[in-house]
């Protein structure tokens, strides 16, 4: 089926300038095509008249890359529930839809250009302690240790973040909690996670509030939004690790 | 130009053990001292990028994705092999090695592949170690399945998510490293030539994908982990910028590009929708273990599946393969496919798919069985086509998938110019003319975790390196030339989008130089590819400017060099005249349509040697010796 759409399109020329919605039709788009493709044809146009394509980040278009996510009609990713922006379909749309299209909106996250913003922040709060310290060649054998499924399989439940920001775009205060608990609770689960767990929650939030994150004030638009279904009892999870380890001194054995 | 393949000595067992005692060492505290540029934030190259700084050398990163996560490395959904045989179920490393060769068709090095089995036991250790969360038995131990028709269970996975688990290991890992400052990392930055200075690579030319601004960067060496180039065919499963001028540009300074031919399409993708498509979508190769492959026995039959009897269906694969059936390799059943559809028994609106069909496995097992296994399959499937597999049979058609040609390397990952390395996709060492599942995650994994950080000690270890800068003449007119190129580009400013021309170069590629080959039709693309080359560059259209992000301008410089590479992937298809894995002359076919090998004339890897744009390239060989696993026809019937 073809539809006919309007798009208020969010432009802006660098991290420097003032952007503005500009309108575009989107003519007799095929509903099976994904949100991005349908981006792709009105660029194509738009090129062809020799205007500046609209900017917008995507890679993998299978929703795992994590790098594509835009608001749409004020939802990150738009109105489909664990849907990342390249897997939405445009048979969710109807003919003469009109679609407001705009980037994340953080202090955090500044917009580069269009609907591409810098979310290097998230690469930063990783840096500051999302990791497990173990060099090259310091393994054990890997069944030496067994862990339980249970574990294992809700650390997985953790681990699916695809980092692309919606958690953020999402809250009323630009938080980054989900983002930041999900990692904490990937990790702290694990046996391999324990020696640092106290030590890497605090530098995780250290470093979430110096990137200008906002709090936390448990409003749970976050888990609504996210592609990949992370759920706001991680953050509950970070918030005891947190308060352990401030109680006890991060990396003293008490802790754990 | 010299191919030494630097094949060790010794017993193949023996043989890395040897090599990694007979290795120069670079002294710990003499290890800052070394600096090594890293292109690529893959699997590959963040575990490599990573290992290395572990060790003490200064280490500079770079990847035009906004975050070293962001990788193509993240999207492998099915898994990693290791020769663990936690399953008791009789694999070793021998094994892996045995199967790798043989699936490969007798294309790869036997040194290489047997290293790549023994190292395949401490990547899992490895991940483990890191926090990969791979999927768990009740009893708490590492569950494995069987995959890719390997008739041993030594897959490991997390969940569909393998790719992505085992990257954010090893992002991890690196992130740690950025943050103890031992990695400077350069995201949205992307390598545009290469820089050799008296015959050694020493640096990089990058451009600044937010500001625009191109310059260089110097190292004592220099690794590429760019991935692979299936999107030379436009429509792969291929991430959307995943590209070929790391390796190009390489090549064009020097670098022999072996066997680009071999390239592997996979059998399970959901076929294009229509022109506007994008990209292809995998479906995970594990659905053909329940799911039967059909389509009709008669051309241009357009009832509903129910309405088509048994009777009137053709599970091709269980006619012609009785043994493997449905799980025929990845080749076989791709070529099959393409066969069903080119005599319009093909399936769907457009008429370019075939069957995989649910109905006998859900009546068999029940929907909570198949949805245990297949759910988020069955989910991703219908959020794309809006069809319920449960209801209605799946659509597949094969599609690009991997490229096993790339930079020609030695045992040592080192290329054919002194100091640069090639790991992962990029390079074409271990998978021969056809890669088996779940092996590139482990090559990957392999190279940089622990091969590189050996190998390229030993070159930093011998290297008085004399210090060049930024005002060095060499430097200066490869940074001159980059600026000219992407200047061009945008000042032609022609009628026809960049997209629209690769899009017509794909077609041409997979048409002719897909999964079936013959001498004329080569000859066809091999005459049609340099006048659409020509055509883009006269007539092409690139808005904006170059001093700030301009995502027009970065796909051209890319589709620049898929025109290029192009060629060479038809000439070498045109070049070697037999059949082997996902390389199929038609010339080259038994009687009943399988793949004929010529061992006597193509024992060997072919080595591309740049001449000129507009000259032939030389083709060198490097012979292959097959002293344990000896060559013979592999048999699926
Ligand atoms: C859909 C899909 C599913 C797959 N499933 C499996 C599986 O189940 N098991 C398996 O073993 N394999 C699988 N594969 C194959 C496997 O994922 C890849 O071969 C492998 O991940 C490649 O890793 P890499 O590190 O070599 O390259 P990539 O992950 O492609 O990384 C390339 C890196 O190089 C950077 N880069 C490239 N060019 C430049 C440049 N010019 N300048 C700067 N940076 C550059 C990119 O930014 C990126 O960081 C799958 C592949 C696909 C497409
Ligand atoms: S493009 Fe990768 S998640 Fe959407």
Redesign the pocket.
Known sequence: MLINLTLHVWRQKGPKDNGRFVTYPALQINTHMSFLEMLDVVNEQLMEKGEEPIAFEHDCR?GICGSCGVMINGLPHGPNPMTATCQLHMRYFKDGDEIWIEPWRAKAFPVLRDLVVDRSAFDRIIQSGGFISANTGNAPEANAMPIPKQIADRSMDAAVCIGCGACVAACPNASAMLFTSAKVTHLGLLPQGQPERYERVQRMIARMDQEGFGNCSNHGSCEAACPVGIKVDFIARLNRDLLKAKLCGAGTPSAV | MELNAKIPGGSIQEKWDRYRFDLKLVNAANKRKYSVIM????????SGAASLAELGYQVYC????DS?R????????????AAKNYQNDGDSIYRLFYDTVKGGDFRAREANVYRLSQISLNIIDQCVAQGVPFAREYSGYLSNRSFGGAQVSRTFYARGQ??QQL?LGAYQALARQIGLGTVQMFPR????DMILVNGRARGIV?RNLVTGEVRSHLADAVVL????Y?NVFYL????K???T??IWRAYRRGAGFANPCYTQIHPTCIPQSGDYQSKLT?MSESLRNDGRIWVPKQPGDTRTPPQIPESERDYYLERIYPSYGNLSPRDIASRRAKEAVDQGRGVGEMKNGVYLDFAEALKRLGNTVIGERYGNLFEMYERITGENPYEVPMRIYPAP??TMGGLWVDYNLMSTIPGLYV????NFSDHGANRL??????Q?LAD?YFILPYTIGDYLAQGKFERIDSGHAEVRAVEDETRQRYQKLLSINGKRTVDSLHRELGKIVWDYCGMGRNDAGLKKALEQIPKLRDEFWHNVRVPGSGDSLNQALEKAGRVADFFEMAELLCRDALAREESCGGHFREESQTEDGEARRDDARFAHAAVWEFTGVDKAPTRHVEPLNFEYVKPATRSYK
């Open positions: 299978e | 292109v690529g934030t893959g699997l590959a190259g963040a770079y990847s035009y994705h070293p962001r990788a193509h490395s993240i999207a492998a959904q099915g898994g990693i092999n393998t790719g990257l930055t992307e390598m545009l990058t982990a760019t991935g692979g299936s792969s499963t291929n991430a910028a995943c590209n001028t790391a995998l998938h991997y790991i992962g996709e990029a599942g779940a092996s590139a995650l482990m990957g940089g």
